[in-house]
């Protein structure tokens, strides 16, 4: 059973920087396997829907909501039991819940897609942790 939990969370000023983990257990990798998960972060502000902010897939390929490119870089650990997200230049519109999700394509093959900012792709969730920018 996957399970994901965030980290790295709290309250920034404008123009500072922060880095969320995301743990992630219950996912063996064999050879076969190892290309199998995409992660991505979302953020949901207070009263909205989930918003897509990055994806990475299972061979490294990244992508990003226009609004955080160049500010926000999502990595993996080599093991792939760790998601990143730096968070640069940080703006008072990212204050919202930041979650990590995973999903293991059908043919254990996940790539980058149009799919892979929607939160309906995605079949595991962590709790969430809370940036603030003030």
């Known amino acids: 059973h996957v399970q994901l939990g965030e980290s790295g969370g709290g309250s920034v000023q404008e123009g500072g920087s922060l880095a969320l983990s995301c743990v992630v257990s219950?996912?063996?990798?064999?050879?076969?396997?190892?290309?199998?998960?995409?992660f991505a972060w979302f953020r949901q502000f207070p009263g909205k829907a989930r918003e897509g902010v990055a994806a990475?897939?299972?061979?490294?390929?990244?992508t990003y909501i226009d609004s955080v490119k160049g500010r926000f870089t999502i990595s993996q650990h080599n093991d792939k039991n760790t998601l990143n997200l730096q968070m640069h230049s940080l703006k008072p519109e990212d204050t919202a819940m930041y979650t990590c999700?995973?999903?293991?394509?059908?043919?254990?093959?996940?790539?980058?897609?149009?799919?892979?900012?929607?939160?309906?792709?995605?079949?595991?969730w962590g709790q969430g942790t809370q940036v603030t920018v003030s």
């Open positions: 999700a995973a999903v293991r394509a059908v043919s254990d093959h996940c790539y980058i897609g149009s799919w892979s900012l929607g939160a309906n792709t995605y079949t595991y």
């Open positions: 219950g996912v063996t990798s064999t050879a076969d396997t190892s290309n199998a998960y995409c």
């Open positions: 990475i897939d299972g061979y490294g390929e990244v």
